[in-house]
């Protein structure tokens, strides 16, 4: 009988050096596809007749779907691989704090129209089969204690992200998911009878790995990783781009005012290269001036919405602020009027409508785009100069001159086309058993924990078709 180094060379065409690295990894052979092998030294993984789905992403969206799929069938072997740290973007996000997900958005259609790419189709029944109240529930049963606060905004009681992060790390290892780090899928490749060949390589000079797998969900988020993997696979790629970041406002005196914020403004943006309406670029929040120019909800929401044209726009366009959006122009002019009455012997800087809401950093800034004096005194500003003010604070224009200054974009717009899979199942309409979930597909959601809700649902449908899949080969199996 051949001994497993001939039958190495027999099969695979490898030199006896070759067979040796991989004999003394521990590696463990299986016939593939012309002179393809499989070599692991996860021996676990994959023992005889036991499936095995490898996810490659150790995200939100990855390792909340491995945990599912083993939940469901834990028969299935379940491998991750993350080429960095596992949850990083969970470990960052909301200052640290990790926006879980929203809870004011129990409605789909309502949930649906947070998300710039994906507001469509997420219509259907993508939510409802798993929503930001699963989300909640599954972590408080698994010991995360959660808040909601006044903006929807969900957050760990504890108010550090390592909670969830320990949290479903400790699952992973509860529930049997090898988690492998440090490590990269650069290939894969489908064989005869529909496994997937995944090649896997590590930046030291280990050797690398092939493992075949039965199931393979792709959750690399914007990672040019899964982009790649995916094209190898049949699918198209919609170009990323930048979503999700502030403006650059080339304006002196306004960067003087860095830190001031604004509880509600109405913003709206306007791109000289796009003719069609887009409504949502007129949107409602808070609003922060940074040093390199304007940040907060309201601004990272009309980047996202208009993530695409501002990138054909080369991230040039005008910004329009109504600074008092609740006070209509005519009211704001009669509280102005009756303001210089009243306080006519005061400085125009000194003295200003509370009704306005502004602080006095603020207000100098508006006088002086006025050229309006502040030691003047009210009883000497003129009517027009009145009524100019108020339009000022009406719609202020603001040339957006590009993205801040800082790589701040916490979201990438593009991936693969949400046609190209099914959203009851997460699995791809061109190859079957694969599956994808994340930013790793064409979605991108406005701040408030919608980015991490679509990872959450994505990985849950995933997972669950996954473990049903698993269940339902291993029933077969058991009947023959």
């Known amino acids: 009988m051949r001994s497993a180094l001939a039958r190495f060379q027999f099969h695979f065409g490898g030199s006896l050096e070759t067979a040796n690295i991989f004999r003394s990894n521990g590696g463990f052979l299986f016939p593939g596809r012309g002179r393809r092998f499989i070599a692991s030294s996860t021996s676990r993984a994959q023992q005889g007749n036991e499936q095995l789905l490898v996810v490659v992403g150790g995200g939100a969206a990855g390792i909340y779907g491995a945990i599912r799929a083993k939940t469901v069938a834990p028969h299935l072997g379940v491998m991750v691989i993350e080429k960095g740290k596992p949850l990083s973007k969970v470990k960052i996000s909301g200052g640290g704090r990790c926006n879980v997900t929203n809870?004011?958005?129990?409605?789909?259609?309502?949930?649906?129209e947070h998300y710039p790419r994906g507001n469509k189709?997420?219509?259907?029944?993508?939510?409802?089969?798993?929503?930001?109240?699963?989300?909640?529930?599954?972590?408080?049963?698994?010991?995360?204690?959660?808040?909601?606060?006044?903006?929807?905004?969900?957050?760990?009681?504890?108010?550090?992200?390592?909670?969830?992060?320990?949290?479903?790390?400790?699952?992973?290892?509860?529930?049997?998911?090898?988690?492998?780090?440090?490590?990269?899928?650069?290939?894969?490749?489908?064989?005869?009878?529909?496994?997937?060949?995944?090649?896997?390589?590590?930046?030291?000079?280990?050797?690398?790995?092939?493992?075949?797998?039965?199931?393979?969900?792709?959750?690399?988020?914007?990672?040019?990783?899964?982009?790649?993997?995916?094209?190898?696979?049949?699918?198209?790629?919609?170009?990323?781009?930048?979503?999700?970041f502030t403006f650059k406002i080339e304006d002196a005196q306004l960067a003087e005012l860095a830190g001031v914020t604004f509880p509600k403004v109405k913003a709206k943006l306007k791109l000289e290269n796009v003719q069609r309406q887009i409504p949502q670029l007129t949107q409602v929040g808070p609003m922060l001036i940074t040093h390199w120019g304007l940040s907060g909800p309201v601004i990272l929401r009309l980047s996202a919405w208009g993530a695409r044209d501002l990138f054909s726009s080369a991230y040039e366009g005008i910004l329009f602020v109504d600074f008092i959006p609740d006070l209509h122009l005519e009211n704001a002019k009669s509280i102005l009027f009756q303001h210089k009455?009243?306080?006519?012997?005061?400085?125009?800087?000194?003295?200003?409508?509370?009704?306005?809401?502004?602080?006095?950093?603020?207000?100098?800034?508006?006088?002086?785009?006025?050229?309006?004096?502040?030691?003047?005194?009210?009883?000497?500003?003129?009517?027009?100069?009145?009524?100019?003010?108020?339009?000022?604070?009406?719609?202020?224009?603001?040339?957006?001159?590009?993205?801040?200054?800082?790589?701040?974009?916490?979201?990438?717009?593009?991936?693969?086309?949400?046609?190209?899979?099914?959203?009851?199942?997460?699995?791809?309409?061109?190859?079957?058993?694969?599956?994808?979930?994340?930013?790793?597909?064409?979605?991108?959601?406005?701040?408030?924990?919608?980015?991490?809700?679509?990872?959450?649902?994505?990985?849950?449908?995933?997972?669950?078709?996954?473990?049903?899949?698993?269940?339902?080969?291993?029933?077969?199996?058991?009947?023959?």
């Open 103 to 112: 809870g004011h958005c129990a409605d789909k259609m309502i949930l649906a």
């Open 121 to 244: 189709e997420f219509r259907g029944s993508f939510f409802s089969m798993h929503g930001p109240w699963d989300t909640i529930s599954w972590f408080s049963d698994h010991g995360v204690e959660l808040k909601t606060e006044d903006d929807g905004r969900v957050f760990p009681v504890s108010d550090s992200s390592s909670s969830v992060i320990d949290c479903l790390l400790f699952e992973l290892k509860i529930i049997g998911v090898l988690l492998q780090t440090g490590k990269s899928v650069t290939n894969v490749s489908t064989t005869v009878g529909g496994k997937y060949i995944i090649k896997i390589e590590k930046r030291t000079s280990d050797p690398i790995e092939y493992v075949e797998a039965d199931y393979l969900l792709i959750a690399s988020g914007s990672s040019r990783q899964g982009y790649t993997l995916a094209t190898q696979l049949g699918h198209s790629i919609v170009d990323p781009v930048p979503s999700l």
């Open 341 to 480: 009455d009243q306080f006519a012997k005061q400085k125009a800087l000194n003295s200003f409508p509370p009704d306005f809401g502004l602080v006095k950093r603020f207000w100098k800034y508006i006088l002086e785009r006025e050229h309006i004096s502040g030691d003047i005194l009210w009883a000497s500003v003129s009517n027009n100069s009145i009524i100019s003010v108020v339009s000022l604070l009406k719609q202020c224009s603001f040339g957006v001159k590009g993205k801040g200054q800082f790589k701040d974009e916490f979201v990438t717009a593009g991936g693969i086309p949400l046609s190209e899979i099914s959203l009851n199942t997460m699995e791809s309409r061109k190859q079957p058993n694969l599956f994808f979930a994340g930013e790793v597909l064409n979605v991108d959601g406005v701040t408030g924990g919608f980015n991490f809700q679509n990872a959450w649902s994505g990985g849950y449908i995933a997972g669950t078709t996954i473990g049903k899949l698993a269940l339902d080969s291993s029933s077969e199996m058991e009947a023959v």
